[in-house]
C-alpha cells in the first residue's frame, strides 16, 4: 500500500515540541480528516498541546508502507510514527 506521509510538529504546553509524521492512504486527500486523526493520537497523551492545523501538519511524501503499518490503517484509518518529545 502507498501511503501520504504528513509531518507534524505540534508545541507542547511545557514547551517542547512534537514531531511525529501522520501516514494515510495515499488517495485520502482531505485535510480536516487528517487533522482529526492527529488530534486523536494527541489525545491519547498525558500532557496538553496546543493546536494542531496546516500551519503544524502538512503533506510531505509518498511511500511504500510495510505490512505493519498497513494493518494499523486499515483498522484505524492512520498509523502515527512518533519522532521526537512524543512520550
Not at 488530534?39 to 510531505?60: D, Q
Not at 505493519?68 to 492512520?78: A, C, L, R, S
Request: proline content about 3%; aromatic content about 12%.
Amino acid at each position: 500500500m502507498r501511503v501520504a506521509v504528513w509531518d507534524t510538529y505540534v508545541q507542547r504546553n511545557d514547551g517542547l515540541v512534537m514531531h511525529f509524521d501522520i501516514l494515510v492512504p495515499d488517495d485520502l486527500e482531505n485535510e480536516e480528516v487528517i487533522f482529526r486523526f492527529g488530534k486523536e493520537y494527541l489525545n491519547t497523551k498525558p500532557f496538553a498541546t496546543g493546536k494542531l492545523s496546516a500551519e503544524e501538519c502538512r503533506f510531505c511524501h509518498m511511500e511504500v508502507a510495510p505490512y505493519q503499518v498497513v494493518e494499523q490503517i486499515n483498522k484505524k484509518g492512520y498509523f502515527v510514527i512518533e519522532m521526537e518529545n512524543c512520550s
